[in-house]
């Protein structure tokens, strides 16, 4: 099968999406702040009403807040091979709303409010599909905290049902592509301890943000020599020093300073010479720089996309690079292949007003429809 050649299969589902989409829109789940575990009991008896065999909603403690927790809910129609997954969560509303992000309001053409696109017009979607749909051997993930720390999907895929899977369909807003790659993230922070003082000692006293901006024109020139490097659609680091901080006053030397940045290696990364380089620069800017990872995202590639083909049918319009990183890279490393496709522009993503077509809602439904079917045959 080739992609893009959907043209709509007058497919007529009984439930509307997107009155779906904005029930699923009121109920707040912006991370942090939201009541996930709440959405989760929802889609339980949702997924209970659309003959789910066994449907299970786990609560997540949040690894960065104490006391906070997360949820995922997970049913299953028989024994899974193929799972479709899409994240229950979204960012904090953006300043900028013209609207309530919390109403879901509907229009002739779209459903606006937070999460419209990323990821709840999935979910709505989905819903719609399984509604006149029977699967057998699929699993349907509805997960949270993938907008912070990716605690919920990582609990799941530590499961005994984790374990059977095969493939995944994660969902994100991909504009009708099916993305195959996409780069990872790397967090670091750099820090160097001086011992501070009156500003009148300066010229004989270690200088700590000055050893910080030296690190950071030493990182900025490895990102030059890396801008040729990597697959073709991904080549460079995206090398970004976002922070320098440690300072006081003005007439006070820091008695340190600390130094962010990150990168986002595409697959095959060489982490290595990486690692080599940054050791060199560290070094090269003051003897007593000590650098720490933060965050480590990898990056993403579709082992085989020959078996997603069948999964997916027409629909997907083309392959496509992704700019943002997903959790198919999570399942990917568990040893699921994953594809990532869903109703929605990126674009859309973490914006005011953000909003989903019902044109692409309707795509949606009869996607995930074909992935019902084909999961059935396999």
Known sequence: MRWGAHRGSGYAPRVDA????????????????????????????????????????????????DGAKGGYVFARWGEPRTLINTHIDTVPANSGWTVDPWAGIVTDDRVVGLGAADTKGAIASALVALETNKPRDLG???????????????????????AAI????VCEPTNRTVGVRHRGVI???????????????????????????????????????????????????????????????????????????????????DAQGFEAELRDSARRA????RTRTVLELAPFATRDVDPFRALLGNHPRAEATLPFWTEAAAMSHAGIDAVVIGPGDILQAHAPDEFVTKSD??????LFAHVIRQARER
């Open 361 to 366: 809602l309707a795509w949606a439904v009869e």
């Open 187 to 269: 967090a670091v922070e750099a820090e160097v301890q001086g011992r501070g003082g009156h500003s009148s000692g300066a010229d004989h006293m270690p200088r700590p943000i000055v050893t910080m901006a030296r690190l950071a024109l030493e990182l900025d020139a490895m990102g030059a020599r890396w801008i040729d490097r990597g697959p073709e659609e991904m080549k460079g680091l995206c090398m970004n020093v976002a922070a320098i901080e440690g300072g006081v006053a003005f007439n006070v030397v820091p008695n340190r300073a600390s130094l962010t940045f990150s990168v986002r290696p595409p697959p095959g990364f």
């Open 18 to 65: 997107s009155a779906l989409l904005a029930e699923l829109i009121r109920h707040r789940t912006d991370n942090p702040g939201g009541d996930e575990v709440a959405l989760c009991r929802y889609l339980e008896r949702a997924l209970r009403d659309r003959g789910a065999d066994e449907v299970t909603v786990v609560e997540v403690p949040r690894s960065d807040r």
């Open 166 to 169: 095969k493939r995944a369909i």
């Open 140 to 162: 349907v993930l509805f997960s949270g905290d993938e907008e912070r720390t990716g605690t919920c999907v990582r609990h799941f895929l530590e499961t005994a049902p984790a």
């Open 286 to 289: 003051g003897e007593d720089v």
